[in-house]
């Protein structure tokens, strides 16, 4: 009973990590611009927006076409990876819980006090380093990550996992995204969407954000009206 009162409130949000709630894209774009310079193969912020949400193997596969190294087997591609990813987690372990914005900390302390449900859904296997490193592990309800999956966004599986762990049913969840991989995922999945940064030029979600606080907004407009729409 409790739960359908509280799904039919929608109440759980399920945020992505890097882009969303931390600033880690940007460690994401250095560590791959740092391969390609060094392979010689051109790599730029278009070419960025489109590995964002999806898995490190599919990233480098981007990253490499129409280049030379486009066809190379798979262990060197795997290698290639790894390089990549020794260089991200060097920027990671830099990482305090002062990389986490006053207004996204404030905004998700919000959400929490009103009751709100809240998960990661993140294509990222180093999201519990980063969890970690920011001080927020622990604080979800729920960690769904490139850990727990087999297909990356735009495949809904992380969500529906997400949802799963939270106990409540895909339509009750709204997910947060800067990634039209993301976005495209969560629509795949029947929840809400929240588009910030890149995926709010896509026009492809439910809301579009300028900052996270909005957030807050948004979910307390959903309560006052989903009443309503449900009854
Ligand atoms: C996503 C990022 O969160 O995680 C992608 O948006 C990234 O750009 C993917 O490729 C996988 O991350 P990681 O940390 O497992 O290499
Ligand atoms: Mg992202």
């Known amino acids: 009973m409790q739960k359908e009162i509280e799904s039919g409130n929608m109440n759980a949000v399920i945020f992505d990590l890097d882009g969303v709630i931390v600033h880690t894209d940007e460690y994401h774009y250095r560590a791959w611009k740092k391969l390609a310079d060094r392979l010689g193969v051109c790599f730029d912020e278009r070419i960025n927006n489109r590995l964002r949400g999806v898995s490190r193997l599919e990233s480098l596969e981007i990253v490499l076409e129409n280049s030379a190294f486009s066809d190379i087997p798979d262990a ?3 290698a290639l990876a790894d390089e990549k990813n020794k260089t991200y987690q060097t920027l990671l372990q830099a990482m305090t819980p002062d990389d986490l914005s006053p207004e996204v900390l404030k905004t998700l302390r919000a959400l929490k006090e009103r009751g709100c449900r809240m998960a990661i859904g993140s294509s990222s296997r180093n999201a519990p380093l980063i969890l970690e490193k920011i001080g927020l592990a622990g604080f979800f309800d729920a960690v769904s990550d490139g850990n727990n999956i087999t297909n990356s966004k735009p495949d809904p599986e992380v969500f529906l996992k997400a949802a799963e762990y939270l106990g409540v ?3 009750d ?7 039209d991989a993301g976005i495209e995922a969560a629509r795949r999945a029947g929840m809400k969407t ?3 940064g890149d995926a709010a030029r896509g026009g492809q979600a439910d809301w579009s954000i300028q900052s996270f ?3 807050l907004t948004i979910m307390e407009n959903i309560k006052r009206v989903m009443p309503i729409l449900t009854e």
């Open 76 to 78: 060197e591609k795997a």
């Open 194 to 196: 929240i588009a910030m």
């Open 169 to 171: 049913s895909a339509k």
């Open 213 to 215: 606080g909005e957030i």
């Open 173 to 179: 969840c709204v997910v947060v995204e800067d990634a």
